[in-house]
């Protein structure tokens, strides 16, 4: 039924079981994974108040978010890889990320978005307005979301 599944990762022990079971789910489906990152773009007031004490911060700040994204991703393919899954990676940038999972989802012709209940805002990001609600309000392409049972690993 799936054949392309686009997997939403920011490498936050939550997304980290629903990449864990994304695989596994694709493998039983003979699906193909494209696992992403979304690394929001700050705005230039976001960066302004930190900018003018440290010239240097915007670049520091991209290398650090850069480093994440490679880790959130590498681990992606590796899980992949290690069920005989086929996975590609893609690095998106935006300033929404439920709107780059969105319009990844459509541009890359997947099948079913399969991401996590909650990432890296933790608890908050299960009210009204979470990044996983917004995919699932705004996306034309069917939503599974992954909320692991208590104490799963």
Partial sequence: MYKHILLPTDGSALSRKAVRSAVLFAKEAGARIT???VLATPGADELEAWTHHDPDFADRRARLFQKFADAALQFASDS???Q???CSVRLV???E??????????AAQ?????LAAHGAR??????LGSEALKVLVHSSVPVLVHKPAAGAP
């Fill in 93 to 95: 940038m935006g300033e």
């Fill in 110 to 114: 997947c099948d079913l978005v399969f």
């Fill in 84 to 86: 005989g899954v086929p």
């Fill in 97 to 106: 990320p439920w709107r780059a999972i969105v319009d990844t989802a459509q």
């Fill in 35 to 37: 696992a992403i990152h």
């Fill in 122 to 127: 933790g608890g908050s990001a299960q009210l």
């Fill in 80 to 82: 992949a890889a290690a």
